[in-house]
């Protein structure tokens, strides 16, 4: 049941969100729907995965959302040298101590910046997968549990594809949202060289909201209502992957977990404190198409995952009360 | 292909065989469908356009019919000129008023033969044209069951099972020969060996289609109940043959039989009469006058309209007293006879329905669809008292009669042998007959014996004269094979013999009466009844041997005198109005009745103008049902609604069903994927709609939005009126053709079809359960 004082954190959540957005709108120009995303995916509690073309401003983004919110900023260049321990920490020996002192690793941040993550060892990538899983890292018995909020906003380059590590499906399916961000238009564009032309709009960025407000917008976005129609279609949704012919596999139950969070951080970010099918019809590409196997046949026809959702979102039937019999 | 459709029409025609009582019209028209055929073969031949072909074929059957039926008045004896086709028109005039007077086997008159022979030319081309010249063997079934029907429909007795398979088997090779042409038209099929090829395999198919067809055609008569078709019995066991009259007098003769050996002796007729000689009463139902020398049967007979007044029977001189009586016969519910049972000779009779006279027989037979059953009848009829001596004096017949005294070579001559040895010393034709009489009935030891069978042989009547048992069919058949022989016009007569009075002065015939009796001519007196079967009927005072010979006094004078001495006044006129004497004997039509009976059968006439109403305003009403079901549930969805919080959901949602369906039945279907704000925004882009309009719309998605997703459902006012409102301009966003169509026919009647086929489907799942 909504109460006053849901509402008034729904319009601080609503009013501290569009300065973020603000904010962020500065650095990246004509994306309003890859940072509404973003967006979406910090109050879900989730992580993003940005997979584009190299410069169309994978990492400008994580930056600006990063720079936006007053919080803990780490960024990992991934290469293939890199070491989990340079991600999670590592415990060296103090002398005077006569003790191992626990070096946190870059993971402990609120927010973390993983540039190209393909290009680690898989070792690595697990490292980090694990840590972003459990929001938490454990080094030689002793667990360490990482800030809140936390989020990973990780790159990858879909196209030079050498010497890169494919994250494999599971731990795609770790990432609550892959966003492409696509080349600008052309205004977008003209705009962005006035802008960037001379010094970097994102050394100009000031943070506009605070961390804990950050845990605050959360709390607020997981009292949103999600009612027992959406909750089923959300369900129906995800098992439409599992059972269409052109999927070698489909969504998990983690999938259905994000979607219905996701779907909440939305109805949040419009103002609303219950989850509309709309929420989830928006989100469902982005939460569910990189998890999503097609088979070869359907890759072969061109089908990625992505039309694949959107056709199953075209043929699953929007949850509805059955209006009175006979009419 | 041409051969196939020739046999096919050729075979079906013979249907129409027993209709008439030659066949030598057959070989006239098989001979011009084969021409007919052959000149459409060469006609395609020579690759005239098809419709030349069927010209060409139609005026090479115009020209045999005229070298057939018009040869003087056509020119060169096959061009038919004006005269020609006068002429034929006539004919096919005669033919059809020939067809509307002959019971069938009806003669073959040259009208009869025209339309005959033109028929199957009709049909014949017809079937040409379809097969051959068009390529469309199917179709070809309709002309042939056309044909078939004809001739099952004007055979009162049904059409033979031998000629029903000729007719199917004549379309089935035709449609044989086609699926091999059509083969042949596109090549030999290749196949391996063993594998069947399409010819083969469709031939196959043919068979075994043609097979169950053929099974289901000849099986489903038996299993289905026929129409009570019994002489006697109409509504005995049902296995007589459907609806048919006692023309068949093989049939009927069987049937008399079956009903004299009925144990359950109902009350067929009850008669009412002002004669005072019931026991004299006998009811015709027929006469058979055509010996074969197997058995007797009724000649093709010339029927006219009922008249005023019968003409006066055949033979009877006026020097002949008479007395005419009048009867009132009830038929009970059961009994259907297409021939009304009466007195002979008949004067006038009345009957409500189509009945005809047969003037030779002075029968009176029904139409089509007349019978007895629970029919009344009022007939008058003549009480023909000869004298002895009239009788004696009767000169010999005319020879317009002489077929009347015609036997039969197959007949033995032992019958003959025997009528002169019984009627040796008889110095006339009516001692002659009475000594016949009195030799079955007494002198000659014959028993009467139900049990024996009737006997379609020639040998029936001698085995009968030999072994003397037997029962009214051997004795009347074997009396008038017998006159016939000694030169006496004879006929049979089948009817009932006069049954028992009641105590209320009527008299009630049963089965068990049925009776056959000959009937012998003498001129001067007419048809003269009399009664060789021993213990049946009555023997008529003027056959009697005691006093025939030399005996001077009308033998039924006291009798009548008697009647008239008691009750001076009871003779009734020969008027047919009716008298004191007809109302005591109830034998006036009452006031009520012709209209009663006019009416069909009695009975108030309003339920059945109410369902005939009931059924028109339905048949009105039913192309704006779905206009109808929309209104009414337009004004449901839309109507008023309890204000509770229970009743918020399922108005809003009826309220956005309302929105959905009219966008629909406009033109804008619904999308089970979209979510209301989606749906809302189609209706809107849809039905270009200006922005109020617009946020209307929204708000209705809205509240359905709020009601089915926010956690507690908040009642939004005015949202009807939304909806009428939006209605109204999306109407007018559209062309009155759209308009008219979403209110005569609205698209959204289809939730109809689905609530039904979820219905059934639901029903079908319980069942299922329930069985498994």
């Known amino acids: 049941?909504?109460?006053?004082?849901?509402?008034?954190?729904?319009?601080?959540?609503?009013?501290?969100?569009?300065?973020?957005?603000?904010?962020?709108?500065?650095?990246?120009?004509?994306?309003?729907?890859?940072?509404?995303?973003?967006?979406?995916?910090?109050?879900?509690?989730?992580?993003?995965?940005?997979?584009?073309?190299?410069?169309?401003?994978?990492?400008?983004?994580?930056?600006?959302?990063?720079?936006?919110?007053?919080?803990?900023?780490?960024?990992?260049?991934?290469?293939?040298?890199?070491?989990?321990?340079?991600?999670?920490?590592?415990?060296?020996?103090?002398?005077?101590?006569?003790?191992?002192?626990?070096?946190?690793?870059?993971?402990?941040?609120?927010?973390?910046?993983?540039d190209e993550i393909n290009r680690a060892s898989p070792k690595t990538q697990s490292a980090l997968l694990e840590s972003m899983e459990e929001r938490q890292v454990t080094i030689d018995g002793q667990t360490y549990p990482l800030p809140s909020p936390f989020m990973v906003v990780a790159t990858q380059n879909p196209v030079e594809m050498e010497g890169t590590y494919p994250l494999p499906e599971a731990q795609r399916d770790r990432f609550m949202a892959r966003v492409s961000i696509g080349y600008p238009g052309t205004?977008?564009?003209?705009?962005?060289?006035?802008?960037?032309?001379?010094?970097?709009?994102?050394?100009?960025?000031?943070?506009?909201?605070?961390?804990?407000?950050?845990?605050?917008?959360?709390?607020?976005?997981?009292?949103?209502?999600?009612?027992?129609?959406?909750?089923r279609y959300v369900v129906q949704l995800v098992a439409a992957t599992r059972a269409h012919a052109d999927l070698r596999l489909g969504a998990s139950p983690r999938a259905t977990l994000h979607l219905l969070r996701a779907a909440k951080a939305s109805a949040a970010l419009a103002g609303r404190e219950y989850a509309l099918p709309d929420d989830v019809q928006a989100l469902a590409p982005a939460v569910l198409a990189h998890r999503l196997l097609p088979t070869a046949?359907?890759?072969?026809?061109?089908?990625?995952?992505?039309?694949?959702?959107?056709e199953i979102l075209a043929h699953t039937p929007v949850p509805a009360s059955p209006g009175p019999r006979g009419l | 292909m041409t051969l196939a459709s020739v046999a096919a029409t050729l075979l079906t025609a013979t249907a129409l065989l027993p209709l008439i009582d030659r066949g030598s019209w057959y070989p006239r028209a098989f001979l011009a469908v084969l021409l007919t055929a052959g000149v459409g073969a060469a006609a395609r031949r020579l690759s005239m356009p098809r419709p030349t072909v069927v010209a060409v074929q139609l005026v090479a059957s115009l020209a045999l019919l005229s070298f057939y039926f018009a040869r003087q008045q056509a020119v060169a004896w096959l061009l038919p000129g004006p005269d020609a086709v006068r002429r034929l028109a006539d004919l096919a005039g005669q033919g059809v008023r020939d067809v509307g007077e002959y019971t069938t086997p009806a003669p073959l008159?040259?009208?009869?033969?025209?339309?005959?022979?033109?028929?199957?030319?009709?049909?014949?081309l017809l079937v040409d044209a379809l097969a051959v010249t068009y390529g469309l063997a199917a179709p070809t079934g309709l002309p042939l069951l056309a044909l078939y029907s004809v001739a099952a429909g004007l055979s009162d007795e049904g059409t033979h099972w031998f000629t029903f398979c000729a007719a199917a088997a004549g379309y089935l090779a035709l449609l044989l020969a086609d699926g091999r042409e059509r083969l042949t038209r596109w090549?030999?099929?290749?196949?391996?060996?063993?594998?069947?090829?399409?010819?083969?395999?469709?031939?196959?198919?043919?068979?075994?289609?043609?097979?169950?067809?053929?099974?289901?055609?000849?099986?489903?008569?038996v299993a289905l109940p026929s129409l009570g078709g019994s002489l006697m019995a109409g509504a005995g066991s049902g296995d007589g043959p459907g609806g048919s009259g006692p023309v068949d007098s093989v049939d009927l003769l069987v049937e008399l039989r079956d009903n004299l050996n009925e144990t359950d002796d109902r009350t067929a007729l009850t008669v009412r009469t002002t004669s005072r000689r019931t026991d004299d009463l006998y009811l015709r139902i027929v006469s058979l006058d055509e010996f074969d020398g197997k058995t007797w049967e009724a000649s093709p007979r010339r029927t006219v309209d009922l008249p005023d007044r019968f003409p006066t029977p055949p033979g009877l001189g006026l020097q002949v007293d008479r007395r005419e009586v009048t009867s009132r016969i009830s038929a009970a519910g059961w009994y259907r006879q297409r021939h009304l049972p009466m007195p002979y000779p008949a004067t006038w009779?009345?009957?409500?329905?189509?009945?005809?006279?047969?003037?030779?027989?002075?029968?009176?037979?029904?139409g089509r669809k007349d019978t007895t059953a629970d029919k009344s009848w009022q007939v008058a009829s003549l009480e023909v008292l000869p004298t002895r001596e009239q009788l004696a004096a009767a000169p010999a017949p005319g020879p317009e009669l002489r077929n009347l005294t015609e036997l039969p070579a197959s007949l033995p001559e032992e019958v003959g042998e025997r009528a002169r040895e019984v009627t040796k010393g008889s110095r006339n034709a009516y001692e002659q007959a009475v000594a016949l009489q009195e030799w079955f009935s007494r002198t000659g030891n014959f028993s009467y014996d139900t049990q024996v069978e009737v006997g379609e042989d020639s040998r029936a009547i001698t085995r009968f004269l030999r072994d003397r048992k037997g029962f009214c069919i051997h004795f009347s058949f074997a009396m008038a094979s017998m006159a016939r022989s000694l030169g006496i016009p004879a006929r049979v007569a089948v009817g009932f013999a006069p049954g028992s009075e009641q105590g209320d002065g009527s008299v009630e015939v049963t089965l068990r009466d049925a009776h056959a009796w000959p009937e012998l001519y003498f001129e001067g007196v007419g048809w003269t009844r009399f009664e060789p079967t021993p213990t049946r009927g009555t023997q008529p005072e003027y056959t009697r041997p005691e006093t025939a010979p030399g005996a001077s006094a009308r033998p039924s004078e006291a009798a009548v005198e008697?009647?008239?001495?008691?009750?001076?006044?009871?003779?009734?006129?020969?008027?047919?109005?009716?008298?004191?004497?007809?109302?005591?004997?109830?034998?006036?039509?009452?006031?009520?009745?012709?209209?009663?009976?006019?009416?069909?059968?009695g009975g108030p006439r309003w339920p059945g103008t109410l369902l005939w109403t009931a059924a028109g305003l339905a048949a009105l009403l039913l192309p704006l049902t779905p206009m109808l079901w929309r209104l009414r549930v337009r004004a449901l969805r839309l109507g008023a609604h309890g204000r509770g919080e229970a009743d918020v959901l399922p108005h809003t949602l009826r309220v956005w069903r309302e929105l959905t369906d009219s966008a629909w039945d406009l033109g804008l279907p619904p999308d089970d994927s979209l979510t209301?704000?989606?749906a809302a925004e189609r209706i809107v882009r849809g039905g270009r709609l200006d922005p109020a309009t617009a946020e209307a719309v929204h708000r209705v998605a809205s509240a359905v939005e709020q009601v089915l997703y926010a956690p507690r459902a908040r009642a939004a006012p005015g949202l009807a009126a939304d909806v009428r409102g939006v209605c109204a301009v999306l109407r007018g966003s559209v062309g009155r053709g759209t308009r008219l169509r979403a209110l005569l026919a609205p698209r959204s009647a289809a939730r109809v079809r689905w609530a039904l086929a979820s219905w059934m489907a639901g029903v079908r799942s319980r069942l299922s359960r329930r069985a498994a």
């Open chain 2, 349 to 366: 009779a009345d009957a409500v329905g189509d009945w005809r006279l047969d003037p030779v027989g002075m029968t009176v037979i029904g």
């Open chain 1, 297 to 310: 046949q359907a890759q072969l026809g061109g089908r990625t995952a992505d039309v694949v959702v959107r």
């Open chain 2, 187 to 221: 090549g030999r099929a290749f196949g391996g060996a063993g594998s069947v090829s399409p010819a083969r395999s469709g031939q196959r198919t043919g068979r075994r289609i043609g097979a169950v067809a053929l099974g289901v055609a000849l099986l489903a008569p």
């Open chain 1, 187 to 231: 205004e977008a564009e003209l705009r962005m060289l006035d802008v960037h032309g001379g010094a970097s709009p994102l050394d100009d960025l000031q943070p506009v909201a605070h961390a804990h407000d950050i845990v605050k917008l959360i709390e607020t976005v997981r009292e949103v209502h999600v009612s027992e129609p959406v909750r």
């Open chain 1, 1 to 114: 049941m909504t109460t006053y004082d849901d509402r008034e954190n729904l319009f601080d959540l609503t009013a501290t969100v569009e300065r973020i957005r603000n904010a962020v709108e500065q650095v990246i120009e004509g994306k309003p729907e890859v940072v509404r995303l973003s967006l979406t995916v910090l109050l879900a509690e989730g992580h993003l995965l940005i997979e584009d073309v190299p410069g169309v401003g994978k990492t400008m983004l994580a930056k600006a959302l990063a720079r936006s919110v007053d919080c803990s900023v780490r960024r990992i260049q991934f290469t293939p040298d890199l070491l989990p321990t340079d991600i999670t920490g590592v415990s060296i020996w103090d002398q005077q101590r006569r003790d191992f002192e626990f070096k946190p690793g870059a993971i402990f941040s609120q927010m973390v910046i993983g």
């Open chain 2, 676 to 678: 209301p704000r989606r």
């Open chain 2, 109 to 124: 008159t040259d009208g009869i033969a025209l339309l005959l022979i033109g028929g199957v030319l009709v049909i014949a």
């Open chain 2, 562 to 601: 008697d009647t008239a001495s008691a009750e001076p006044s009871a003779r009734p006129s020969a008027s047919v109005s009716c008298t004191v004497e007809l109302k005591r004997l109830d034998a006036c039509p009452e006031p009520t009745d012709p209209a009663l009976v006019a009416d069909g059968g």
